[in-house]
């Protein structure tokens, strides 16, 4: 009897011919799911990306690698892993033989290495636990570049969001330090389990009947991070129990108007002016900016020279933009600020400043000399009368120089009476008024006459020794450079 003569139908939907039926998803468990669900709406990890897991053996690493082993083959993901032994404590060797047993039980190649963390805390002068961060990146980036992994994860979760946080508003910080740990840096590193809790990690291992490696360390309170974990945190979440998503929404926020902010002082970044070893800001663009701005453009701008700003540099900066020109700034890293007009020129400090040229004796007979070491020729002739003084010639009274004459550098007490100005000074305010960088001011021609500063060779003379009408005799002193484009030389025009 056919179907149609039993009077039954056909429940099944027709189907067209070649019609495959696609596979079925494999079933995940439900934080499987709420991870693919994040990194599908993040796109952390490309789909077929070569992954290496950084794999510690304790609980967090732990869950990263098998919930990424449920995840890989929907995800098109290729896992490797890395386990660096910090040669900290005895139980490490436990460590590296559980993270191999696992590795291999799951499919997963494993690199293993290890490292002397102390040893190189001494020989850097870093904490034990600023070594161990380095080292671990440092061997991550290592094996990632020889396996061809693109993506290098970690296994960060709310709770290292929460204390980072805590710990850099304990210390200190400002926007960027609040926006805590980076899900995605520059490096490649990827952070896929920032929203994620150490407890329902742990909760899910259990579930799962996985065990984990505990560092007995961590339960001890002698580290900033550890009182913060240990002391602090169980504190705030009896005041807030969701304190773990406040701090996380915090730095979120923090990263967010951190980006915004860094975004407006792009333009002004694009305007610098670029100079071998060095950049050049235009001072009106910068005092235009809001502070906050002006202060991302400043930090941005040493950051391509190599200078790592602190807040307390701020306030330095603020005071530096604000004062007269030809003031300068040391900062970190050899670098310096220094103030030049309408213009602010970030710049590497010399290496070694150099030793100024040796004394000259001269006498006030006229006639020609050549300073070599000073780069200097000077002339010295009578005449009938004065003309005003420039700043590469002078015309001084002779009988007010009682004895020989001296070219030197300059000296701690020096003063002079600029000529035009109104009183005596300092040599050193002098100098420092005209802008000129501190390790090339030891390089200034002075000559001198019984210690007093007579003319500051290619700026200015002293009033007191200047021919005056009255004058009877004149002496005309020129200065020209012995080398044609030498900085010392005068400017065209300033001669007869």
């Known amino acids: 009897m056919t179907r149609a003569a039993s009077g039954l139908e056909d429940q099944r939907e027709p189907q067209a011919p070649n019609q495959q039926v696609p596979p079925q998803r494999p079933a995940l468990s439900p934080l499987a799911d709420r991870v693919r669900r994040h990194l599908q709406q993040t796109s952390l990890i490309p789909a077929g990306s070569r992954c290496l897991v950084a794999l510690s053996g304790g609980g967090d690493s732990v869950a990263l690698l098998l919930l990424l082993v449920e995840l890989r083959t929907l995800l098109g993901l290729s896992l490797s892993a890395a386990h660096l032994d910090h040669g900290l404590r005895q139980g ?39 070594a161990g961060r380095k080292a671990r990146y440092s061997f991550l980036r290592r094996v990632a570049l020889r396996l061809g992994c693109q993506v290098v994860l970690t296994a960060h979760t709310a709770d290292d969001q929460a204390e980072t946080v805590l710990l850099r508003l304990v210390s200190g910080t400002g926007l960027r330090g609040l926006a805590g740990i980076q899900s995605h840096r520059r490096d490649g590193v990827v952070r896929p389990l920032l929203p994620f809790t150490r407890q329902e990690l742990r909760d899910w291992l259990h579930a799962a009947g996985q065990p984990w490696q505990e560092d007995p360390t961590n339960q001890v309170a002698d580290a900033p991070r550890t009182r913060i974990r240990l002391l602090l945190m169980p504190m705030l979440k009896e005041w807030n129990p969701r304190i773990l998503q406040a701090l996380g929404r915090l730095a979120r926020q923090a990263r967010e108007d951190e ?238």
């Open 259 to 496: 980006t915004c902010l860094a975004g407006l002082a792009r333009p002004l970044l694009r305007s610098a002016r670029r100079q071998p070893g060095a950049l050049v800001l235009s001072l009106p663009k910068l005092q235009r900016l809001d502070p906050p701005v002006r202060w991302r453009a400043l930090r941005r701008a040493l950051a391509r020279l190599g200078c790592r700003l602190e807040a307390r540099h701020r306030d330095l900066l603020e005071d530096l933009l604000a004062g007269p020109s030809g003031r300068d700034l040391d900062l970190p890293g050899g670098r310096r600020a220094r103030r030049r007009g309408q213009e602010l020129h970030l710049e590497a400090l010399p290496a070694v400043p150099p030793e100024p040229p040796p004394p000259a004796a001269l006498s006030c007979q006229p006639g020609q000399v050549e300073l070599p070491r000073w780069n200097l020729r000077l002339e010295m002739f009578p005449c009938d009368e004065a003309a005003p003084p420039a700043p590469w010639e002078v015309w001084l009274d002779p009988e007010l120089l009682d004895g020989p004459l001296e070219v030197r550098s300059r000296r701690p007490g020096d003063r002079f009476r600029p000529a035009g100005g109104t009183g005596q000074t300092t040599l050193k305010k002098y100098l420092h008024a005209l802008g000129l960088p501190k390790e090339d001011r030891d390089q200034i021609p002075l000559l001198c006459h019984q210690d007093r500063v007579v003319w500051v060779i290619g700026h200015r003379a002293d009033q007191d020794f200047l021919a005056t009408p009255k004058t009877r005799r004149v002496l005309r002193l020129r200065a020209t450079p012995l080398l044609t484009g030498a900085r010392a030389g005068p400017p065209k025009g300033s001669l007869p």
């Open 92 to 130: 490490s060797r436990a460590d590296r033989d559980f993270v191999r047993s696992l590795c291999r039980r799951l499919g997963v190649p494993l690199t293993c290495a290890r490292a002397d963390i102390r040893s190189l805390a001494r020989s850097r002068n870093l904490s034990v636990e600023a």
